[in-house]
C-alpha cells in the first residue's frame, strides 16, 4: 500500500530531478535524514512508481542530432486498432523520442531529432508516411528550444 509523500519525499524528489547523480549520502544531508532512512525512502520512491528510472541526458549536438522537429500527425481512421497499430509502430523507430496522442487538429505529435533537414528528409519519406494508417504529416521545425524537458514543478 502506498504511503502518502510527505515533505522530505518530496524534497527527495527534487534533489533526484535536479540531479540524478546525487549520491545517497548527499541526499540524506541535503534533507537531514540518515542515509539509511534516506535509501529507504529513496527504494520506496521507485518501488511505487514515483520515480520510474534515471537517465542520462545526452547533448544533442554532440552526438549529431542537433534539429529537432515537431510532427503532427492525422491518421485516416480513428479507432482503437488503427491508434494500436500506430502506437506500435512508433515505439519500433529509434529517431521517435515522444509520441503523443492529442486532441485537436492532428492526432499525435512526435518529437524527432535528426541530423539536420536532409536527415529528416530521407526518414519523412522512407520511414514516417510509411507508419501504419497515416494519412498526412505537418512538420515543424524547431529553431530555438526555449525550455525543454523541465523539472516536473510540486
Request: net charge neutral.
Amino acid at each position: 500500500m502506498e504511503q502518502p509523500l510527505d515533505r522530505t519525499d518530496h524534497k527527495i524528489l527534487r534533489l533526484l530531478q535536479s540531479d540524478g547523480r546525487m549520491g545517497n549520502a548527499e541526499i540524506a544531508k541535503r534533507v537531514n535524514v540518515s542515509p539509511a532512512t534516506c535509501h529507504r525512502r529513496i527504494q520506496r520512491l521507485f518501488d511505487e512508481g514515483y520515480v520510474s528510472s534515471v537517465r542520462a541526458m545526452i547533448d544533442p549536438k554532440k552526438v549529431e542530432r542537433g534539429a529537432l522537429v515537431m510532427v503532427g500527425v492525422v491518421l485516416d481512421r480513428s479507432t482503437p486498432e488503427s491508434f494500436a497499430e500506430f502506437e506500435n509502430a512508433c515505439r519500433k523507430l529509434p529517431f521517435i523520442l515522444d509520441c503523443h496522442l492529442v486532441a485537436g487538429d492532428f492526432d499525435y505529435f512526435l518529437k524527432i531529432r535528426v541530423r539536420d533537414m536532409s536527415d529528416f528528409n530521407h526518414l519523412h519519406g522512407d520511414q514516417l508516411i510509411a507508419l501504419p494508417g497515416v494519412r498526412q504529416t505537418r512538420t515543424f521545425f524547431v529553431m530555438k528550444e526555449v525550455v525543454d524537458n523541465a523539472p516536473l514543478a510540486f
